[in-house]
């Protein structure tokens, strides 16, 4: 992969490990020569990634809607940033540009970015490596809702391989260089 999508929150949270975990992603991004594209917000996680990836040499497209940027939380100092006039565009964007996702703790926007591009792969439109760093288990309530989806035969079971989980970032990025087709690839 030359470049991964990164999903996570404009706040820090509570929990350093949060922040922890968007600084080693910025860093071996840059160290591994991949583009880091995020939605070039310069708070919360997403600053912290950006950050990192820069401070270490990596290269870091940002991707925002012209309305949060004229709210002043844009990051100015990014490799490249393109300003979309919708939320939309911007996954848009992000999904055109990237070869995979990592989603990070983060609040509603994340949890939207992450169904929106693990729905579009449900349905075919790219088959690309998405993956959850599951950071301190902030992810586990999701994914036991999930498995409730699939035992009330809500989702298919091959539903449950469209993404894959870890807690450290080597072996999220293992996973995520296993998964070649829709519906292959390991779910936990």
Request: aromatic share 8%; proline share 3%.
């Amino acid at each position: 992969m030359n470049s991964i999508a990164v999903f996570c929150g404009a706040n820090t949270g509570f929990d350093p490990a949060y922040a922890a975990a968007a600084r080693e992603i910025g860093q071996t991004f840059a160290e591994q020569k991949i583009l880091t594209v995020y939605g070039a917000g310069n708070v919360g996680l997403m600053g912290v990634l950006a950050d990192a990836a820069l401070e270490a040499g990596g290269k870091v497209l940002g991707v925002i809607p012209d309305f949060l940027k004229e709210k002043e939380v844009c990051h100015t100092g990014l490799t490249e940033l393109i300003v979309t006039r919708t939320m939309h565009e911007r996954k848009q964007v992000m999904a055109e540009r990237s070869d995979g996702f990592i989603i990070l703790p983060g609040g509603f926007g994340t949890l939207d970015e992450f169904f929106e591009i693990l729905t579009w792969r449900q349905l075919r439109l790219h088959n690309k490596p998405i993956g959850i760093l599951d950071v301190g288990g902030f992810y586990q309530h999701l994914l036991a809702h999930v498995r409730l989806m699939w035992e009330k035969g809500l989702l298919r079971e091959s539903n449950l391989r469209l993404f894959c989980v870890a807690d450290s970032l080597p072996e999220l990025l293992a996973k995520m260089g296993e998964t070649v087709d829709v519906g292959e690839g390991k779910w936990m």
